[in-house]
């Protein structure tokens, strides 16, 4: 089985719809996908009605999250998604997106960067505007040759020149949200070092303590040490390690499938979820 858990559409910053995803994981020879998108749930039932004949969808969310003015992020699996205290804590995050772009947008202003608030805005359509639509209007006017590129100290990295906060989860009250609400929850990419600052072993530590189910280690942004380094955690700490492409469309050069998870790690998922079922074939209900 090839399982990827960790993807993105156009319900946030990628660039495939919910439907042209599922297509392009099934040519891609995936057997399941996890739609992730950032703090919603809006792609899912397109997904789902698209599902092509032998592949599972896992539904999901990456919650943005910040401990010790640190960001990062908690990939939320299988959860119930009419649970309504997770469901008005991320409406909060969303609500915060659009403020925080334009904040964005006005810093780099400030750094004569010719962007504008219409050309991001056209950039994020009818997603939920975010970083990386900033990041694509960088590209587009030359400012910097990939999406990648703007996610440095010089523009939009975490601490960055143009770089603006947003509300954000406490990750141990997203972690206690998301377990309420039957799902599982997993840290992304947690030594993503060229992002910026990561948080300390000793949060992973803590987050495991209060309910963490397991951390993406095989990922783009990770290479072999920080892999062999996160992975020796998990097994202390009796963690899940997932593997996965954070697949982005063509905003990012990862293709679906570029990292994958174990299927006996996907397994042990399914057994811990009881918010939602994975979804088969061409459709069904994602509520248990």
């Not at 943005?64 to 699996?77: F, I, Q, T, W």
């Not at 990922?219 to 954070?246: K, N, Q, V």
């Amino acid at each position: 089985m090839r399982i990827d858990l960790h993807t993105h559409s156009t319900a946030s910053d990628g660039t495939d719809t919910p439907a042209e995803l599922v297509a392009n994981a099934a040519a891609a020879g995936l057997d399941v996908v996890a739609l992730t998108d950032h703090d919603t749930v809006g792609g899912h039932k397109q997904a789902i009605d698209a599902l092509p004949e032998g592949l599972t969808l896992v539904t999901g969310a990456e919650l943005s999250c910040r401990v010790d003015g640190v960001g990062m992020h908690l990939l939320a699996y299988l959860f119930d998604p009419a649970d309504a205290e997770l469901e008005r804590a991320r409406e909060l995050v969303r609500d915060d997106r659009v403020p925080r772009a334009q904040e964005m947008v006005r810093k780099l202003r400030a750094l004569d960067v010719p962007i504008t608030w219409e050309q991001v805005a056209r950039i994020a359509g009818d997603g939920s505007v975010g970083r990386p639509h900033v990041a694509a209007a960088l590209v587009e006017l030359g400012v910097v040759p990939t999406v990648s590129d703007a996610f440095t100290p010089d523009w939009l990295g975490n601490g960055g020149r143009a770089y603006a906060e947003k509300h954000e989860f406490d990750p141990f009250e997203a972690v206690r949200l998301v377990k309420a609400a039957g799902g599982v929850a997993v840290f992304a990419h947690p030594g993503a070092v060229k992002r910026g600052a990561v948080v300390p072993e000793s949060t992973i530590v803590a987050l495991a303590e209060a309910g963490l189910d397991g951390i993406e280690v095989d990922h783009m942004d990770h290479d072999g040490p920080t892999r062999a380094r996160l992975r020796g955690l998990a097994r202390e700490l009796g963690l899940l390690t997932t593997g996965s492409s954070d697949y982005h469309g063509s905003r990012k050069t990862v293709e679906l499938g570029a990292c994958t998870t174990d299927p006996e790690i996907y397994g042990e998922i399914t057994r811990r979820a009881t918010g939602a079922f994975p979804v088969p074939g061409a459709g069904g209900a994602v509520r248990r």
